[in-house]
T-cell receptor, first 117, second 111 residues
Framework: EAQVTQNPRYLITVTGKKLTVTCSQN?????MSWYRQDPGLGLRQIYY???????DKGDVPEGYKVSRKEKRNFPLILESPSPNQTSLYFC????????????????FGDGTRLSIL | TQLLEQSPQFLSIQEGENLTVYCNSS?????LQWYRQEPGEGPVLLVT?????EVKKLKRLTFQFGDARKDSSLHITAAQPGDTGLYLC???????????FGEGTQLTVNP
C-alpha cells in the first residue's frame, strides 16, 4: 500500500531535549516536505526537499533541521525544542518535483502531535 | 509571501443544504488544489485546477478557479454528514516548488 509513515504519532517531551520525528515513503517520490498545523494558521511549510541531498527552507524553518540522505526518508530534527514548537506535524511526499505546478497531489502522513512542556 | 484566505472558517449546516467555501488571494497562483482532512489523518487531495476559469465537478462537489487565478471556490450540493471535515485550499507558487495553504474551513453537516 502506498503510504507516508510518520513516527511517533504522539510525543510529550520537555524543553531542550533533542528529538527526531521520522518520515518514510514507499512511493519512490522525489519531493518530500514537512508542515506544521496550528489552529487558525493552517498548514505552514517548515522544510522541503526536491531530491536526495537537496533541502530548502519553507516559511517557518527556525528551530528545525532536516536531512535527505536517502530518497525514502526525510527526518525532522528539533535540536532544542521549545514550547512554541508544540504543534501537529505532517510529512508529505509528491511524485512531482514541482507540486505547485500541475495536478500531482501531495500524499500526507497521518501526523505527529508534539507537546513540548 | 503569497497568502490564501479561506472563508468561512467554520460552517455548520443541516443535511441536504448547499454551501460554498471561498479561497481568496491578491496573488496569482499556478495551480489551486483542494484537500479534505478528517480528524487524526492527513489531508487528502480532492481536486487540482490549473487554468483560469476552470470548473471541475466531483459528484456533488463543484470546484472553480477564478479567471485571474487568484481565487477559487468549492460548492457542495445537498451536503451529507459524510462531507464533514476540514477543507483546505492550497495554491501553487509561481516557482512550482511549493504550495501555500489556506487556514481551512471546518464543515459540520448535521443529520
Amino acid at each position: 500500500e502506498a503510504q507516508v509513515t510518520q513516527n511517533p504519532r504522539y510525543l510529550i517531551t520537555v524543553t531542550g531535549k533533542k528529538l527526531t520525528v521520522t518520515c518514510s515513503q514507499n512511493m519512490n517520490h522525489e519531493y518530500m516536505s514537512w508542515y506544521r498545523q496550528d489552529p487558525g494558521l493552517g498548514l505552514r511549510q517548515i522544510y522541503y526537499s526536491m531530491n536526495v541531498e537537496v533541502t530548502d527552507k519553507g516559511d517557518v524553518p527556525e528551530g528545525y533541521k532536516v536531512s535527505r540522505k536517502e530518497k525514502r526518508n526525510f527526518p525532522l530534527i528539533l535540536e532544542s525544542p521549545s514550547p512554541n514548537q508544540t504543534s501537529l506535524y505532517f510529512c508529505a511526499s509528491s511524485s512531482s518535483r514541482l507540486p505547485g505546478q500541475g495536478s500531482q497531489p501531495q500524499h500526507f502522513g497521518d501526523g505527529t502531535r508534539l507537546s513540548i512542556l | 509571501t503569497q497568502l490564501l484566505e479561506q472563508s468561512p472558517q467554520f460552517l455548520s449546516i443541516q443535511e441536504g443544504e448547499n454551501l460554498t467555501v471561498y479561497c481568496n488571494s491578491s496573488s496569482v497562483f499556478s495551480s489551486l488544489q483542494w484537500y479534505r482532512q478528517e480528524p487524526g489523518e492527513g489531508p487528502v487531495l480532492l481536486v487540482t485546477v490549473v487554468t483560469g476559469g476552470e470548473v471541475k465537478k466531483l459528484k456533488r462537489l463543484t470546484f472553480q478557479f477564478g479567471d485571474a487565478r487568484k481565487d477559487s471556490s468549492l460548492h457542495i450540493t445537498a451536503a451529507q454528514p459524510g462531507d464533514t471535515g476540514l477543507y483546505l485550499c492550497a495554491g501553487g507558487r509561481t516557482s512550482g516548488s511549493r504550495l501555500t495553504f489556506g487556514e481551512g474551513t471546518q464543515l459540520t453537516v448535521n443529520p
